[in-house]
């Protein structure tokens, strides 16, 4: 017998939708989006400011701020429903099962507390059992894990004792402390320097190598997908409009959106490849999107249909899927999905 | 060879810090260099490298410490650099407002450098009225509708205020105010990289627009090496406020000499998973030391691959390795 704990995705997200609740309407951030993380693998959620990226992934750990709320769709975590938990189960599941990382490492430590302390309340919010000793030293063998020397020294210092780079991997070691098997990272290297940030996503997927765990991670640079993700999902506007395998996105992109950014981006290995072809435009009005695609005002390859309805999602095999009209009639039709 | 318009000698900056002994945070040290009429220079590093002190100090908008800017043949700043580094003597300088309208600005931040209270209109009118450069109401508000024309916006865009614009929109204001006294140089200090992926392409090609249609010159500041790339024709990077390499923008990218140049460039994430699948990346231990203490002889050598004794005591100094390549490497053109 298969078990079928396993031949479950890690965490699945079907027809997830969130909206913000605003005095001018609802904005719906969300809009309807699916994938899947697999177990030692890496799902890079990419999309503009807006683009609802940061906020679907803030709704699998129960986050979402007022005024917005999860209006529809399902979360599934190891075939749990993740939205259907109660508030002990929620809590054992944040932290302990799941974990998230953000961009900003210095708004997510307490600058009154030493990061030992921290870390120490961390692990034994989840490992009731723990004595103070073991967690403490739980604590610095993982602060030295993700690179920090003299652990023990660190532990007695504060946040503001520490660099961005240090600061993150202390976010890491947090993340990490209680052996998630989900990681949700936010961001995680948009505020560091480029060469810090090479530094944390080898250390990213050294950990992934060691643990097994999914990482869930979410972007908005083209160049850190291409070195970490194994599948990527591109979002514009509250929906995927084009998901797969890494090299489909890069070497076969099929929605204009995704051939757009990769096209806009100057390249250094490219030369001096004269002007660039920018995305015109700017990113739809959230509270006024497009009735067809929301994509279709800034489209080049734009036809009536696009403004009239929302396109259907074609599989292009291998699961690349892209939510367009042009996808559609190329592939003879397609059906409306 | 292009005409010099601005020369920069053996700039320095520091700004003194309350209870350190010493001159303070060291945010420019000793850079040299010169930009050709027409020419976009690059200068990239990584966050306090001092880059964006550079370019406020060559419009003066820090005093510099020492050294000399001459812009246009007239020297604007001079003062001459003594023991251990500390300004000698009285510093020569000219009143700055007849070259402010020669020497722009546009900010990073664009939200955050446009007044709020004031209209895009206004905006750009204060900078023709300070340098009285229309004649009446209806030639100011002409020229402000030109200038928003030229930038891409709409003539009616005058009427509103900043907050009613976009983040690209914004940074076209910016453009817009800093081209309205009709300037010959911009420093441009991270003018894309407060902006969506799909935007900055659009204010990089209006910069490129702009310089062809006006003759400008750039002195292009930023963090993303692709970009500056694309529109410098020679680069200049920076490492915790010295100049270590300068050279052409593709000999910088296929050859670079300095091992911090390197390091830089391979630490560049690629949009091209296959390509970073088999590369072999050099990742640096350790992290930038403080300006406030900043590593005796080569600033680099605590985080050098190459690093040899010498490095400890010497400092570097920017030599031409190759025709028209310089870096502040000892060992730079002998082999690894």
Same mark, same amino acid.
């Given at each position: 017998?298969?078990?079928?704990?396993?031949?479950?995705?890690?965490?699945?997200?079907?027809?997830?939708?969130?909206?913000?609740?605003?005095?001018?309407?609802?904005?719906?951030?969300?809009?309807?989006?699916?994938?899947?993380?697999?177990?030692?693998?890496?799902?890079?959620?990419?999309?503009?400011?807006?683009?609802?990226?940061?906020?679907?992934?803030?709704?699998? $750990?129960?986050?979402?701020?007022?005024?917005?709320?999860?209006?529809?769709?399902?979360?599934?975590?190891?075939?749990?429903?993740? $939205?259907?938990?109660?508030?002990?189960?929620?809590? =054992?599941?944040?932290?302990?099962?799941?974990?998230?990382?953000?961009?900003?490492?210095?708004?997510?430590?307490?600058?009154?507390?030493?990061?030992? &302390?921290?870390?120490?309340?961390?692990?034994?919010?989840?490992?009731?059992?723990?004595?103070?000793?073991?967690?403490?030293?739980?604590? +610095?063998?993982?602060?030295?894990?993700?690179?920090?020397?003299?652990?023990?020294?660190?532990?007695?210092?504060?946040? =503001?004792?520490?660099?961005?780079?240090?600061?993150?991997?202390?976010?890491? +070691?947090?993340?990490?402390?209680? &052996?998630?098997?989900?990681?949700?990272?936010?961001?995680?290297?948009?505020?560091?320097?480029?060469?810090?940030?090479?530094?944390?996503?080898?250390?990213?997927?050294?950990?992934?190598?060691?643990?097994?765990?999914?990482?869930?991670?979410?972007?908005?640079?083209?160049?850190?997908?291409?070195?970490?993700?194994?599948?990527? &999902?591109?979002?514009?506007?509250?929906?995927?409009?084009?998901?797969?395998?890494?090299?489909?996105?890069?070497?076969?992109?099929?929605?204009?959106?995704?051939?757009?950014?990769?096209?806009?981006?100057?390249?250094?290995?490219?030369?001096?490849?004269?002007?660039?072809?920018?995305?015109?435009?700017?990113?739809?009005?959230?509270?006024?999107?497009? +009735?067809?695609?929301?994509?279709?005002?800034?489209?080049?390859?734009?036809?009536?249909?696009?403004?009239?309805?929302?396109?259907?999602?074609?599989? $292009?095999?291998?699961?690349?899927? +892209?939510?367009?009209?042009?996808?559609?009639?190329?592939?003879?039709?397609?059906?409306?999905? | 060879?292009?005409?010099?318009?601005?020369?920069?000698?053996?700039?320095?900056?520091?700004?003194?810090?309350?209870?350190?002994?010493?001159?303070?945070?060291?945010?420019? %040290?000793?850079?040299?260099?010169?930009?050709?009429?027409? !020419?976009?220079?690059? #200068?990239?590093?990584?966050?306090?490298?001092?880059?964006?002190?550079?370019?406020?100090?060559?419009?003066?908008?820090?005093?510099?410490?020492?050294?000399?800017?001459?812009?246009?043949?007239?020297?604007?700043?001079?003062?001459?650099?003594?023991?251990?580094?500390?300004?000698?003597?009285?510093?020569?300088?000219?009143?700055? #407002?007849?070259?402010?309208?020669?020497?722009?600005?546009?900010?990073?931040?664009?939200?955050?450098?446009?007044?709020?209270?004031?209209?895009?209109?206004?905006?750009?009118?204060?900078?023709?009225?300070?340098?009285?450069?229309?004649?009446? *109401?209806?030639?100011?508000?002409?020229?402000?509708? !030109?200038?928003?024309?030229?930038?891409? #916006?709409?003539?009616?865009?005058?009427?509103?205020?900043?907050?009613?614009?976009?983040?690209?929109?914004?940074? *076209?204001?910016?453009?817009?105010?800093?081209?309205?006294? !009709?300037?010959?140089?911009?420093?441009?200090?991270?003018?894309?990289?407060?902006?969506?992926?799909?935007?900055?392409?659009?204010?990089?090609?209006?910069?490129?627009?702009?310089?062809? !249609?006006?003759?400008?010159?750039?002195?292009?500041?930023?963090?993303?090496?692709?970009?500056?790339?694309?529109?410098?024709?020679?680069?200049?990077?920076?490492?915790?406020?010295?100049?270590?390499?300068?050279?052409?923008?593709?000999?910088?990218?296929?050859?670079?000499?300095?091992?911090?140049?390197?390091?830089?460039?391979?630490?560049?994430?690629?949009?091209?998973?296959?390509?970073?699948?088999?590369? %072999?990346?050099?990742?640096?231990?350790?992290?930038?030391?403080?300006?406030?203490?900043?590593?005796?002889?080569?600033?680099?050598?605590?985080?050098?691959?190459?690093?040899?004794?010498?490095?400890? *005591?010497?400092?570097?100094?920017?030599?031409?390795?190759?025709?028209?390549?310089?870096?502040?490497? #000892?060992?730079?053109?002998?082999?690894?």
């Amino acid at each position: 017998m298969l078990d079928t704990k396993r031949s479950r995705p890690l965490l699945a997200v079907e027809d997830l939708r969130v909206s913000f609740f605003h005095l001018e309407g609802e904005v719906r951030a969300v809009d309807g989006i699916r994938y899947t993380v697999e177990r030692g693998s890496v799902m890079g959620i990419v999309g503009e400011s807006g683009s609802g990226k940061s906020v679907q992934a803030y709704s699998i $750990l129960g986050l979402v701020p007022p005024p917005g709320r999860v209006t529809g769709g399902r979360i599934t975590f190891e075939g749990r429903d993740v $939205l259907s938990f109660s508030p002990e189960e929620r809590a =054992h599941f944040r932290g302990g099962e799941a974990a998230m990382v953000f961009q900003n490492p210095m708004t997510s430590l307490n600058p009154l507390y030493p990061v030992g &302390s921290q870390l120490v309340e961390a692990l034994r919010a989840h490992e009731r059992g723990l004595s103070r000793r073991e967690a403490r030293e739980r604590a +610095a063998g993982m602060l030295a894990r993700v690179g920090l020397q003299n652990p023990e020294r660190r532990m007695e210092q504060y946040p =503001h004792q520490f660099s961005g780079g240090m600061r993150q991997r202390v976010m890491i +070691a947090m993340a990490l402390i209680c &052996s998630p098997r989900l990681l949700i990272a936010d961001e995680p290297t948009t505020a560091l320097d480029v060469t810090i940030q090479a530094q944390i996503l080898e250390l990213l997927r050294d950990l992934q190598r060691e643990t097994g765990m999914g990482i869930l991670f979410i972007t908005h640079n083209l160049g850190v997908v291409a070195e970490l993700c194994d599948q990527v &999902s591109v979002m514009y506007a509250g929906k995927i409009v084009e998901q797969g395998g890494v090299d489909d996105i890069f070497y076969a992109p099929a929605h204009p959106y995704t051939l757009g950014l990769l096209r806009s981006m100057p390249r250094l290995d490219g030369g001096n490849q004269g002007r660039l072809v920018p995305i015109p435009g700017t990113p739809a009005d959230p509270l006024h999107r497009p +009735a067809g695609c929301p994509f279709s005002p800034r489209c080049g390859a734009c036809r009536p249909v696009c403004r009239r309805q929302p396109p259907p999602t074609v599989e $292009l095999g291998n699961g690349h899927r +892209a939510a367009c009209w042009l996808c559609a009639e190329e592939r003879g039709g397609g059906g409306l999905g | 060879m292009a005409e010099e318009l601005l020369r920069v000698e053996r700039l320095c900056k520091s700004f003194p810090v309350k209870g350190v002994r010493g001159p303070g945070v060291q945010a420019v %040290r000793d850079v040299s260099f010169t930009v050709c009429r027409g !020419e976009t220079l690059g #200068l990239v590093g990584e966050s306090g490298c001092g880059k964006t002190t550079l370019g406020r100090t060559i419009l003066r908008l820090h005093e510099p410490t020492s050294g000399r800017i001459v812009y246009g043949g007239t020297t604007l700043f001079a003062r001459e650099v003594g023991e251990e580094g500390r300004p000698k003597g009285k510093a020569q300088a000219v009143d700055m #407002l007849p070259y402010r309208r020669r020497m722009q600005i546009i900010f990073q931040d664009p939200s955050a450098s446009l007044d709020p209270r004031m209209t895009v209109g206004e905006i750009i009118g204060e900078a023709i009225d300070i340098h009285h450069l229309a004649s009446g *109401r209806e030639s100011r508000a002409a020229r402000i509708r !030109e200038l928003l024309e030229l930038v891409g #916006l709409r003539k009616e865009d005058a009427e509103r205020y900043p907050h009613a614009f976009s983040g690209g929109q914004q940074q *076209r204001v910016g453009i817009a105010r800093a081209l309205a006294v !009709e300037p010959e140089f911009l420093v441009c200090d991270e003018p894309i990289s407060a902006l969506d992926v799909s935007i900055q392409a659009q204010v990089v090609n209006l910069l490129e627009d702009m310089q062809r !249609e006006l003759g400008l010159t750039y002195l292009f500041i930023a963090h993303d090496l692709s970009v500056v790339r694309h529109i410098s024709r020679r680069i200049g990077v920076m490492y915790l406020g010295s100049l270590v390499e300068l050279a052409g923008s593709g000999e910088l990218i296929q050859k670079p000499l300095h091992p911090y140049t390197q390091v830089l460039l391979s630490a560049v994430p690629a949009p091209d998973p296959r390509a970073s699948r088999s590369r %072999r990346r050099i990742v640096l231990q350790g992290e930038i030391p403080s300006p406030l203490r900043p590593p005796s002889g080569c600033p680099f050598h605590p985080r050098c691959p190459r690093a040899v004794p010498a490095c400890e *005591r010497t400092v570097p100094p920017l030599r031409e390795v190759e025709p028209g390549h310089f870096a502040a490497c #000892l060992q730079a053109g002998s082999a690894p």
